[in-house]
């Protein structure tokens, strides 16, 4: 997603001091609308569940996927061949943060699963969430952060495209033996929420081009509002399916979802600078892999989820995963935007 005020544009003090850490931490924390948008959605599902499982007769977890896809076709309206370009001239850092993506995210998935001693559709959940492309949100938080917007949206598309394969892959490799995998099923769910939308997007986009192009802002402030909608959406109905598995299991859940979230930054992070001598990547970049790497498209684990295990206990690791990773993100951003600063005179 691309069009965003910075709300984090606060003065640099003149001296260093954990005191002023949290200052801005603080501040930082305070901006994000959206991080407490969300949080706010999931203490309403716990508090009120039945509220959110069904209106006037209509399931609500039954439109998780079309709120999915209606996100993807806003994805696919800001695409343009330039976002493809880029591979060719930044070949290794696409590269490095795809295959980061598809291995790092997974296989923590799989041994925090194994290690937190989950089974079944728990254990499936964390593994899918892993397995999953890049989220959008992560080009919201590469540019709050100062790190490298173009990278990041090159990369969230490039992963998208390819998770029809790469995500089938890794979950009949890692989460096979906790549930049964159809690889075919799978790869055409996501043809159906995933790469339908967004080629629907970005066939809109050529066709109205002169009109995207005119309102360009006003069409990236709309498509952020119904994305932003859609995740809401997504963890009120999620949650409150899912609230006495997430009560009876709720911290371990917790716990296992944040580790999951700083080890996808971590491992993003390190191993692009180790592999800096021989890629040439430097510290911003570092820097948007790290995030493109450590937030996924949680929504998407959450509609495969649903519509295709038809299980809410599978979702509910996305789900719990998306609540944390928009603040771990505006977090991150904040303290990162901080250290690219001048100190004020």
Known sequence: ???????????????????????KLFSGL??????????????????FPQRFISWRGIKLATLVVPAIQLIMFGMGTTLSFADFQRVAKRPWAVAIGILLQFTVMPIVGFTLAKTFGLSGDLAAGFVLVGSVAGGTASNVIAFLAGADVALSVTMTCCSTLLSPLATPIAMKLLAGCFIEIDILKMMLEIL??????????????????????????????????????GICFTILAITALGRDKLISAGLLIIIAAITHNILGYLGGYWITRLSSPITKLNEIEARTI??????????????????????AITALPANIFSIWMNFSGSVLASIWRAKARPPAR
Request: proline residues 3%.
């Open 1 to 23: 997603m691309r069009g965003c005020d910075d709300p984090l544009d606060f003065a640099m003090v003149k001296k260093f001091s954990s005191k002023s850490i949290l200052r």
């Open 30 to 47: 305070c901006s994000q609308y959206f991080g407490l948008a969300v949080l706010f959605c999931a203490a309403l599902a716990i508090a």
């Open 192 to 229: 159906k929420v995933v790469i339908f939308p967004v080629a629907a997007g970005a066939l809109a986009h050529r066709i109205f081009l002169p009109q995207f192009t005119r309102h360009k802002a006003i069409c990236d402030k709309i498509l952020s509002v119904i994305s932003m909608a």
């Open 290 to 311: 790290a995030i493109e790497v450590g937030m996924q498209n949680s929504g998407l684990a959450s509609a495969l989820a649903l519509g295709l295990f038809g299980s």
